[in-house]
DNA sequence: TATCGAAATAATATCGATATTTTTGACGGA
DNA sequence: TCCGTCAAAAATATCGATATTATTTCGATA
């Protein structure tokens, strides 16, 4: 996200704002498929605008990573691999560690409320709401990071997020964590960073990524054995 | 650089590329100072083409985070400041030095054919000739990384490293690296990437890049107090 | 039947014009 | 003098049309 949020949010967004938002939720949730060649004209008339904002919303998306410019070819989602996915993993958990623990030291409690907050939203939103679920999922990650004074930082770690977040849309609601307690990780996570103890958060906050990124890498591979097939 | 290469160089790069990098090297070296309102109109007489590829060039640049894009109200440079500085510096000593392990440790003859010759270019290069150098240079320490196969972390190293470079620039001639061997520095990173010793390749470059930075903090903590006054 | 190349088609990239929005600056009231 | 207001000016954002470039199609040739 790397748009410029209102700050008067009466104001009516700009068409590329609109389109930026519109393809980057249509890309996150899958709805265009990893590799998809992006035209012009058939995102100009689901939008309902001219081709320039939808040209500036596209290569918005290529600094998230999500879409790819070829010049003179024009735009196509990013592909996705295992290597890719494995490769976002490992880059998380290095630049997620860094930043709570940048964020722990910093911690206030300005911070630790908008914490709670939004871990309390998150735990009351139901998982059927998945779209809405991942927002508020997505806040309460980046809350925990946010009291970091690493802008660059805390920019990385959101790109890489949404990367990830795209790959858990794509293996979809076959993924039913088994016999993960979910909320309880978060909990935990939580109250490790509300007590400040920076080690347990750490450890908590990379097993809770390992684990998911390991369903996902099982599901997959498989995903893509069978389709090679 | 987001921008995808030619394949074919004998073809003639779209406007949009020849925008991206013309701006992109304008503000590194500091033509266009940080904080500058970048108006449409004055772009377009200066690289006399027209308002889109010139939006479109911009909007690259904001995924470099050299521009900043503020919603219905236009482009400007990135602002500077010592915090910004001091982010960029640790943050690269984090991910290029997970890079440069990765890379030794997938290090071929081919790669290390491609650093010699880039480190032998980048000394032969007179430093008089500055914008060449940095080139070279920049070259060269990206070879020490491009044997890892992390395609992100790549991006995100080169990212960082144009970050970098520009408030070398804005610092100027008026770094003198008094009593430093650069030249010998450089070597013997490359000597011990060649060596494939990894903590001792590793322990150079990141001193190489700070006491670098420790040099530009001193002369930019002097160039602000200098300002402000 | 496969391959090459040229014409036809489709898509992108770019321009110039216009609609919106923001900024500026002058004016008058407190 | 200090604000707030409103119109004028400037700049941005967007559109529709056109030039440019890539892709596909289709036949001719080997």
Redesign the pocket.
């Known amino acids: 996200m790397n748009i410029q949020a209102h700050i008067d949010p009466s ?2 967004p ?4 609109r389109a930026y938002l519109a393809i980057r939720r249509m890309i996150l949730v899958g709805e265009l498929p990893p590799g998809e ?5 058939k995102l100009r008339s689901i939008l309902d ?5 939808i ?2 919303a596209l290569t918005l998306l290529v600094s998230d990573q999500l879409v790819e ?7 196509r989602t990013a592909e996705i691999s295992p290597e890719n996915f494995a490769e976002i993993l490992r880059l998380r958990c290095l630049l997620e560690e860094t930043a709570l623990r940048e964020s722990l030291r910093n911690s206030d409690t300005v911070w630790e409320d908008r914490l709670v907050l939004s871990h309390h939203r998150m735990m009351r939103e139901p998982r059927s709401n998945v779209e809405r679920f991942e927002e508020l999922h997505k806040a309460f990650h980046m809350n925990l990071l946010s009291a970091s004074k690493s802008p660059v930082l805390l920019r990385f770690c959101n790109q890489l997020y949404d990367l990830n977040i795209r790959y858990r849309y794509l293996a979809g609601k076959a993924l039913n964590y088994s016999k993960r307690d979910i909320g309880k990780e978060h909990t935990d996570i939580m109250n490790a960073a509300v007590d400040r103890d920076i080690e347990t958060a750490c450890r908590l906050l990379l097993d809770h990524y390992r684990t998911t990124g390991a369903f996902l890498e099982k599901h997959f591979s498989a995903e893509l054995t069978a389709r090679t097939v």
């Not at 700009?14 to 704002?17: D, E, G, H, M, R």
């Not at 060649?37 to 004209?41: A, F, H, N, Q, R």
């Not at 410019?69 to 735009?75: I, P, V």
């Open positions: 104001q009516e700009s068409a590329t704002q060649k992006l035209k012009i004209e605008m001219g081709g320039s904002p040209r500036e410019r070829l010049d003179q070819r024009g735009f």
